[in-house]
């Protein structure tokens, strides 16, 4: 029994009723260097706190118009591997849509049973990280942390790859082969020709879209708190670039995002990134769908704002 957890300390909204759902997803079973990314949910909820009601970018308070709600905890104590996982896929068919979703990992094995639960007739998946994830199994599993892109693959969905810096062998020559991955590497995006076209090629996606960010995607001078580190990497401001440029278009429905591996650090500051882009994910996606032009029922309505 997990006691409530809340965004921004805001009273959480019924789930029905609900604009923006976020779902702790407490999830670590095979991570293979730095642990901790368990306690990453409960820590971007908590930094959660010491964020302004305001979003300075998009500029409106997104919550005056916004209701939120913060799930309980996905329960991750299974016999197998596999448990959990068809867990995890009924959890999030149970939910209901027209909504964000916005899942706060736990390792990055947890992406493929929401995407097949939330974007079942096919579409594309952005993965911002610094790992290609596409082994067809690792330490025998796969269900491993190494695995998810593969698993999504195989299911037929288009993947778009932002920021990758360490691969296997194997997984270079699929995205060579494999003509519905497309893989922004992390030094071909320091050309500013390639970046624009990476932006172009998002702006103008269509159809069904899930957005997973492995926080390893980001450069670890600026976030270290992850289990997997790897030098470069995206600029904060690299991501928020891109997380604009997908809420902001209208072609595509967002059927969720994910926000993963963060590894709680004591200095805090990867903790309130992860709060932050959660921020930024909610502020864009309900003003490019005119929530600001409802009426202001939203979760911090007569909440004290100091
Ligand atoms: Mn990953």
């Known amino acids: 029994m997990s006691e409530s957890q809340h965004f921004l300390s805001l009273p959480n909204a019924p789930v029905e009723s609900a604009d923006v759902l976020i779902l702790p997803v407490p999830y670590e079973q095979t991570v293979t260097y730095k642990p901790g990314t368990r306690q990453g949910a409960a820590a971007i909820l908590a930094a959660s706190d010491q964020l302004e009601f305001y979003e300075e970018d998009a500029g409106w308070c997104p919550t005056e118009y916004l209701k939120l709600s913060v799930l309980p905890s996905v329960a991750v104590d299974f016999e197998s591997e596999q448990a959990f996982h068809d867990h995890l896929f009924n959890q999030v068919k149970s939910l ?10 736990g ?7 929401m995407v097949f639960a939330r974007m079942p007739d096919g ?6 990280d610094a790992h290609a994830d ?5 330490h025998g599993s796969i ?4 695995c998810p892109m593969n698993r999504i693959r195989q299911q037929d969905y288009e993947l778009i790859q932002i920021g990758i810096r360490s691969l296997h062998a194997y997984e270079a020559a699929l995205i060579a082969d494999d003509k519905a991955i497309t893989t922004y590497f992390d030094r071909q995006l320091q050309r500013q020709a390639i970046w624009e076209a990476m932006i172009e090629r998002l702006a103008s996606l269509k159809g069904p ?3 997973t960010i492995d926080m390893d995607g980001f450069d670890p001078a600026l ?4 289990g997997t580190p790897q030098p470069g990497g995206l600029s904060w401001h690299q991501g928020v670039e891109i997380i604009e440029t997908l809420m902001r278009n209208d072609d595509i429905e967002l059927c969720g995002v994910d926000i993963l591996e963060l590894v709680p650090e004591a200095n805090r500051v990867s903790d309130m990134m992860g709060a932050k882009l959660v921020q930024k994910c909610l502020s864009f996606w309900g003003k490019a769908r005119g929530f600001d032009k409802g009426p202001a029922e939203g979760s911090q309505m007569g909440v004290d704002d100091e």
Do not use: C, F, K
């Open 123 to 128: 579409g594309t998946v952005v993965q911002i």
């Open 143 to 146: 269900y491993n942390h190494a």
């Open 223 to 226: 976030i270290t708190g992850v």
């Open 209 to 211: 879209v899930w957005l």
């Open 134 to 138: 596409l082994r067809p199994r690792y």
């Open 96 to 105: 209901p849509g027209d909504n964000l979703l916005i899942a706060l990992g």
């Open 107 to 113: 390792e990055h094995s947890v992406t493929p049973e």
